[in-house]
């Protein structure tokens, strides 16, 4: 069989998505891109699969198109904790968020906030990330961290090899390695290439993610695929659940 591509992350009109989980299968067939739909699972995120009930009714749609069955759930929210384990068996794959991450006084902060809370300076911040990220990759059986490098948009401005350090790189990429998580190349919030060949040089595993909304977006995996190439990572290496199997036991 010819490799494709996998769109490991793309959302539906099941949260915010623009397409139905047809269109966006068709859409991915077209551009040559194997379909997954991960919609938005939370009780803290713009979707409509917000509880146990609400999953099972969400996988059942899911079932009736030849797409890879994923789930987006925010490490922040208990839902994924809730779910039984014949619920989790039918995801191909699920997908840990850091949509919120917890500071250091115990607080949480929404990383789609422009403004930092007062006092919290830029290293404070990515302190709070990476100790979120690592408490993600610890406790949350999940196959794919997506966009590893989403925060706050005002240090979205700033240069990441300055807002990521050496130091936090390395403990992101041991913490993902050790927790058995994949490393999503996002083309909607792309990380820098030095952060990317380290957590391959370490054997993480990446991922390619559109995350798409739009018809724009879903299934364009491009850019990450050619970042992928580009830090020298084989295309069937690249995180497929169907080849490489699922912390789900879909495929056990």
Same mark, same amino acid.
């Given at each position: 069989?010819?490799?494709?591509?996998?769109?490991?992350?793309?959302?539906?009109?099941?949260?915010?998505?623009?397409?139905?989980?047809?269109?966006?299968?068709?859409?991915?067939?077209?551009?040559?891109?194997?379909?997954?739909?991960?919609?938005? *699972?939370?009780?803290?995120?713009?979707?409509?699969?917000?509880?146990?009930?609400?999953?099972?009714?969400?996988?059942?749609?899911?079932?009736?198109?030849?797409?890879?069955?994923?789930?987006?759930?925010?490490?922040?929210?208990?839902?994924?904790?809730?779910?039984?384990?014949?619920?989790?068996?039918?995801?191909?794959?699920?997908?840990?968020?850091?949509?919120? *991450?917890?500071?250091?006084?115990?607080?949480?902060?929404?990383?789609?906030?422009?403004?930092?809370?007062? @006092?919290?300076?830029?290293?404070?911040?990515?302190?709070?990330?990476?100790?979120?990220?690592?408490?993600?990759?610890?406790?949350?059986?999940?196959? *794919?961290?997506?966009?590893?490098?989403?925060?706050?948009?005002?240090?979205?401005?700033?240069?990441?090899?300055?807002?990521?350090?050496?130091?936090?790189?390395?403990?992101?990429?041991?913490?993902?390695?050790? @927790?058995?998580?994949?490393?999503?190349?996002?083309?909607?919030?792309?990380?820098?290439?030095?952060?990317?060949?380290?957590?391959?040089?370490?054997?993480?595993?990446?991922?390619?993610?559109?995350?798409?909304?739009?018809?724009?977006?879903?299934?364009?995996?491009?850019?990450?695929?050619?970042?992928?190439?580009?830090?020298?990572?084989?295309?069937?290496?690249?995180?497929?659940?169907?080849?490489?199997?699922?912390?789900?036991?879909?495929?056990?």
């Amino acid at each position: 069989m010819t490799w494709q591509p996998v769109d490991c992350h793309a959302h539906s009109t099941h949260s915010d998505g623009a397409l139905s989980v047809a269109e966006v299968a068709e859409l991915a067939r077209d551009r040559g891109v194997r379909p997954s739909v991960s919609d938005h *699972i939370s009780r803290d995120a713009p979707t409509v699969v917000d509880s146990p009930r609400a999953v099972e009714a969400y996988l059942d749609d899911l079932a009736q198109y030849d797409v890879l069955r994923g789930g987006e759930f925010c490490w922040h929210d208990a839902l994924w904790r809730e779910l039984p384990r014949a619920t989790v068996r039918r995801f191909t794959h699920r997908v840990g968020s850091l949509h919120s *991450i917890r500071l250091a006084n115990g607080s949480w902060f929404r990383v789609f906030h422009r403004d930092l809370p007062a @006092g919290l300076t830029s290293g404070a911040y990515m302190e709070a990330h990476v100790s979120s990220l690592e408490a993600l990759a610890a406790e949350m059986p999940v196959d *794919i961290l997506a966009h590893p490098t989403l925060v706050s948009p005002t240090l979205r401005e700033l240069d990441p090899h300055e807002l990521w350090t050496e130091a936090l790189e390395e403990r992101a990429v041991r913490a993902l390695l050790a @927790g058995g998580v994949a490393f999503e190349l996002s083309n909607r919030y792309r990380p820098h290439e030095r952060l990317v060949r380290r957590a391959a040089d370490a054997g993480v595993r990446l991922s390619l993610g559109s995350d798409g909304h739009s018809r724009a977006q879903v299934a364009d995996v491009a850019l990450p695929l050619a970042l992928a190439r580009s830090v020298g990572v084989p295309d069937g290496e690249l995180y497929d659940p169907e080849r490489h199997g699922s912390r789900t036991g879909a495929f056990v």
